[in-house]
């Protein structure tokens, strides 16, 4: 008689558990997107949001050299006198 399923992964799986709390205005977005998605479905979007960009963080508001639109603004604000 065969086992019934799907066949066991030789290469264990590493269980990550993500909590928080989301404002229903502000995080409308996401708590849309969230209600979308299909039930059983959350953990292959959630890789696929990742994947296609979710997973940059906000290292630009942290640099310590200035962006090219701060650059630009500060150029500008060179010329007026306060």
Known sequence: MSQRGRPKNPERSIRI????WLHPEYDADILA???????GQRMNALRVALRSGGLVTD???????????????????ANWEF
């Open 17 to 20: 558990v993500l909590s928080g």
């Open 33 to 39: 997107w969230l209600d979308a998605i299909p039930k």
């Open 59 to 77: 290292q630009n508001l942290v640099s310590s050299q200035p962006d090219e639109s701060q650059t630009a603004a500060d150029a500008l604000l």
